[in-house]
């Protein structure tokens, strides 16, 4: 059973924090496994739990059925080749908003606010759903079409171990944001450098 009041100290509040905004992140990434695991633990009380909260509904099996129904449509339009640019744009409000929802639920859960977490939610999950874009995308583009479905594979594992350790370790959430900010940033940078040799080449 989960207060009502919030309960913890300042360390309580950060891991709370952590953990929120690792599972948003691992959510950016890629939108399904993540939430499906918080919501599975979290039905069974382990690391985390919604009940009592504002989003209980996040370990309802109508939730994981939401969940599960919106990973199946992203595999077939992926499969009958969607135009790229839209699936992207799908995903990431998808991430965006699983991600406001579960750093909300995480805070909800002690008794703090959610509404904080709606809004660092969607960053984190932004962050780590640019990230991934960065370094899943330009391989992607250039593999065969069952190596890019490796590749998908490869990114829900990712997906899949940053939220558990989200929700097991939330401190170490936050260099996983960290390393997503270094990687965007060195993204950036490298294609700054082409740009620019572009333009001399010319």
């Keep these: 059973m989960r207060p009502s009041e919030?309960?913890?100290t300042i360390i309580?509040?950060?891991l709370d924090i952590g953990q929120g905004a690792g599972l948003a992140g691992a959510t950016g990434v890629r939108?399904?496994?993540?939430?499906?695991?918080?919501?599975g633990l979290a039905l069974g009380d382990v690391g985390l739990d919604f009940d009592r909260t504002a989003y209980a509904f996040l370990e309802t099996p109508f939730f994981?059925?939401?969940?599960?129904?919106?990973?199946?449509?992203?595999?077939?339009?992926d499969r009958r080749r969607a135009r790229e640019s839209l699936l992207d744009v799908g995903l990431g409000v998808v991430a965006a908003s699983l991600g406001a929802l579960l750093f909300a639920g995480s805070l909800a859960a002690n008794?703090?606010?959610g509404?904080?977490?709606?809004v660092g939610g969607i960053a984190c999950a932004l962050l780590g759903y640019l990230a991934g874009r960065a370094l899943f995308v330009g391989a992607r583009r250039r593999l065969e079409p069952g190596a890019a479905t490796l590749l998908t594979l490869y990114a829900d594992a990712i997906a899949l171990a940053l939220a558990a350790v989200a929700i097991f370790l939330p401190p170490l959430s936050l260099l996983a944001l960290v390393a997503f900010a270094i990687l965007l940033l060195r993204?950036?940078?490298?294609?700054?450098?082409?740009f620019e040799g572009l333009r001399i080449l010319r």
């Design 31 to 39: 939108p399904f496994l993540p939430p499906l695991l918080a919501g």
């Design 115 to 118: 509404w904080p977490g709606l």
């Design 12 to 14: 309580s509040l950060f």
């Design 187 to 194: 993204s950036r940078r490298a294609r700054g450098r082409k």
């Design 6 to 8: 919030p309960t913890g």
């Design 64 to 77: 994981f059925g939401v969940v599960l129904a919106l990973a199946v449509l992203a595999l077939v339009l």
């Design 111 to 113: 008794g703090y606010p």
